[in-house]
């Protein structure tokens, strides 16, 4: 078992542990506002999953396209995602431990849920160019926030601050896409006449996991 030393040595001086905490700290804060933007995300879907029929839009094909999209596909992946960036809270910022729980909490679960889950997210097929247009973005973000905590990872194992600067770019990067993603799902949504659909119509478990309802 991998082992990480917390005392302070002479080949790591006190500089060198403040900038691995000072650098830990900042990763979290990038990952705990990719979490509230997450947050957001899953109730803007909910406000998007619309009943077409009663829409008036069951013609228009990127209407029904995009619900699909969303109902059938990113719906039945999310949980994947919001259990690996729980995970992942629950080591870090206020939670965090030590360096060893924080790097096996990466190896065995954050990391590998996000890799299925970005594998769900590329295995999806929107038919038209406006959804598939708008999953590459997702796409693009989530392979930013994994490369992420990859480096994270890497920074851990090697006590070496220096990787916390481009782990925390890919961070950024993915929260940049994920707000894009964001906003272009709403604007899609506008322009095809997308209307929202209750709770109540939404039969699925997985509407209560996201929404976290009890």
């Not at 917390?6 to 000072?22: G, Y």
């Not at 899609?188 to 659909?197: C, F, I, R």
């Amino acid at each position: 078992m991998k082992t990480f030393k917390s005392e302070k040595t002479e080949e790591r001086p006190d500089a060198f542990e403040e900038r691995l905490a000072d650098a830990r700290l900042e990763a979290r804060d990038r990952v705990a506002v990719r979490l509230s933007i997450k947050t957001k995300i899953i109730a803007l879907i909910f406000a998007v999953a619309p009943a077409l029929a009663t829409a008036g839009c069951a013609t228009d094909k990127v209407a029904m396209d995009l619900t699909n999209y969303l109902n059938q596909g990113v719906l039945n992946i999310a949980e994947l995602e919001e259990k690996s960036l729980a995970r992942y809270a629950s080591v870090t910022g206020a939670n965090y431990k030590d360096d060893q729980t924080t790097y096996e909490a990466l190896r065995d679960y954050v990391i590998p849920l996000y890799r299925r889950f970005i594998r769900g997210l590329r295995a999806l097929q929107p038919e038209t160019e406006e959804v598939r247009s708008l999953n590459r973005i997702y796409v693009e973000g989530a392979d930013s926030l994994l490369e992420g905590f990859k480096l994270v990872m890497l920074a851990i194992e090697t006590q070496d601050p220096s990787l916390i600067r481009p782990a925390n770019e890919y961070l950024e990067k993915g929260r940049l896409n994920n707000e894009r993603w964001r906003n272009e799902l709403v604007a899609l949504a506008e322009k095809h006449g997308v209307t929202p659909q209750q709770k109540k119509d939404a039969e699925r478990p997985i509407w209560d996991i996201l929404l976290g309802t009890p």
